[in-house]
């Protein structure tokens, strides 16, 4: 038997209805701040992801799907979103307007990670890219649109956020920190060497302790923003204070990916287990001209679905919709007719073949219906059906042409 390959999952019943109900909400939220949506293929030439998430990053070291396709391009399986949209904009030449833009997407991520509890190869995210703002105010207004997600859904987390600086004063904390990771290079571990030639920044987010405790005294590039970045870091924990999310600074949050500039946040869930991170975002400024578009400054976020799946507290199921079912073979051909007529405006689960009431009733309690309707020998000779409201738990017999009516009442 075919299975799905490793770190991939199909997602059915209960699961799917969760992942709906996640999606939905979000577009929800996310229209209501203003964004439009946006579908972008998931298939992209590689070099996007070189230029836009970085060579030095995991996910473009180790981690991408790419091959080479029948035509001879090298291409990739997008390993995150934002740098599509990015090439979006740029390709629809959207830069060039005036106007803000915001965009929402959801879709299938791929990343060739260890697959563990919460890492998948495949999986989803749900996120959002707005363009053209580069005040504050708008990494405030993405924070706070994934908060209110969160809180829809009834999911508690722990907000983080840090400041990555810019090209005025990240260069010069870079060097500061090259050279306190230089005295200590002998005790970090294996990774964090090769990160402090490739992109030092990253050896802050080692998972390993021992690296850890030794970077406890690293310099912090929040001690030594710009003027700059520092008002817009302050003004930022001002309006989280204002608007109650609580929020813990960690200067030792980077992000895996290399396109960000100021502002960085991650969304942490307690409950989850190692990969805890259940949304993360923040500002990249310079990408879009990265990506051969006009200087446009970005702020945005994405949600990793499957890691909120458990999470969710799911709405109470209601009652939606019609069940039709036959007690003869006659009665099953007038079912369809009423059917057609009935799904102009419900929900209908039509049962095909005829049975006793006892069994029907079974099949109604399993899709949970508002209504049940059955047509048996008698009602077919009078034109009528039976119809019982499985909410007021009232039955009676009414005419065929009479149902919509007394669904309505
Ligand atoms: P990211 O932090 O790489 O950011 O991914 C966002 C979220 O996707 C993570 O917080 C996590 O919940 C989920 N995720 C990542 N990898 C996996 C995996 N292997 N299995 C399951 N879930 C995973 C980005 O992708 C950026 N594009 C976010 C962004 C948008 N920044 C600005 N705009």
């Not at 006009?294 to 709405?315: N, Q, S």
Request: glycine fraction near 6%.
């Amino acid at each position: 038997m075919i299975q799905p390959l490793r770190g991939m999952k199909d997602l059915t019943f209960e699961q799917s209805e969760r992942f709906v109900h996640i999606i939905k909400t979000s577009i929800e939220i996310a229209k209501r701040y203003g964004y439009s949506y946006i579908e972008t293929p998931i298939l992209e030439e590689t070099a996007l992801f070189k230029r836009s998430v970085g060579e030095s990053s995991d996910i473009v070291g180790k981690e991408m799907y790419q091959f080479e396709d029948k035509g001879g391009s090298d291409v990739c399986m997008r390993p995150e979103g934002t740098a599509g949209v990015v090439r979006a904009f740029v390709s629809a030449k959207l830069d060039r307007q005036p106007i803000k833009q915001k965009f929402y997407y959801y879709g299938a991520m791929f990343r060739y990670e260890r697959p563990q509890k919460g890492r998948l190869r495949s999986f989803h995210q749900f996120g959002c890219e707005s363009f053209g703002e580069s005040l504050v105010y708008e990494d405030f207004s993405l924070i706070s649109m994934v908060a209110q997600i969160f809180d829809t859904l009834g999911i508690s987390y722990e907000l983080q956020i840090n400041s990555l600086g810019c090209p005025e004063c990240m260069p010069y904390y870079k060097k500061q920190l090259i050279e306190f990771l230089t005295h200590i290079s002998e005790d970090l571990c294996e990774d964090c060497n090769r990160r402090m030639v490739t992109n030092p920044i990253r050896v802050l987010d080692c998972k390993n302790e021992t690296c850890q405790s030794l970077l406890v005294t690293s310099p912090k590039l929040i001690n030594q923003l710009c003027e700059s970045c520092d008002t817009d870091f302050k003004k930022l924990t001002s309006l989280l204070d204002s608007a109650k999310i609580a929020y813990k600074v960690n200067t030792n949050l980077v992000r895996g990916l290399d396109y960000y500039s100021k502002t960085a946040f991650e969304f942490i869930s307690t409950e989850i287990g190692a990969q805890s991170a259940i949304a993360g975002g923040g500002r990249y400024d310079r990408l879009v001209e990265f990506l051969d578009g006009k200087p446009t400054p970005a702020v945005g976020f994405a949600i990793g679905i499957e890691r909120i799946m458990e999470l969710v507290k799911m709405p109470e199921s209601q009652k939606i919709g019609i069940y039709l079912g036959a007690m003869c073979k006659e009665a099953i051909e007038s079912l369809f007719f009423i059917a057609t007529t009935l799904r102009q405006n419900h929900k209908v689960t039509l049962e095909y073949s005829a049975k006793g009431f006892k069994s029907h009733m079974k099949g109604v309690d399993k899709i949970n219906p508002c209504f049940a309707i059955l047509i048996g020998e008698d009602e077919l000779q009078n034109g009528k059906v039976w119809i019982k409201n499985l909410e007021t738990q009232e039955e009676s017999t009414v005419l065929i042409e009479e149902i919509e009516e007394k669904i309505k009442n």
